[in-house]
């Protein structure tokens, strides 16, 4: 009798490595561009509230700052 022998295949391991590969080319160049912001980041706001006081008004303000 003869035998046969089936070599196995790594495709569907090479799709997956691949997929990863591609995945992580467009997240680089999506946080290059500035879609995923920046990640760590602080951020505050600019706020000014007045408020009315018996003598006059009254401003409060707040400034923002943002760091990488």
């Known amino acids: 009798m003869a035998e046969t022998t089936t070599s196995g295949t790594n495709n569907s391991l090479y799709f997956i490595v691949g ?3 591609v995945a992580v080319i467009i997240a680089a160049f999506a946080y ?11 951020t505050t ?9 018996p003598d006059g008004t009254s ?10």
């Open 19 to 21: 997929g990863l590969v």
């Open 59 to 68: 401003t409060t303000t707040t400034t923002t700052k943002t760091t990488p």
């Open 45 to 53: 706001t600019e706020q000014t509230i007045t408020t009315p006081s």
């Open 32 to 42: 290059q561009q500035g879609f995923l912001g920046a990640f760590g980041g602080k």
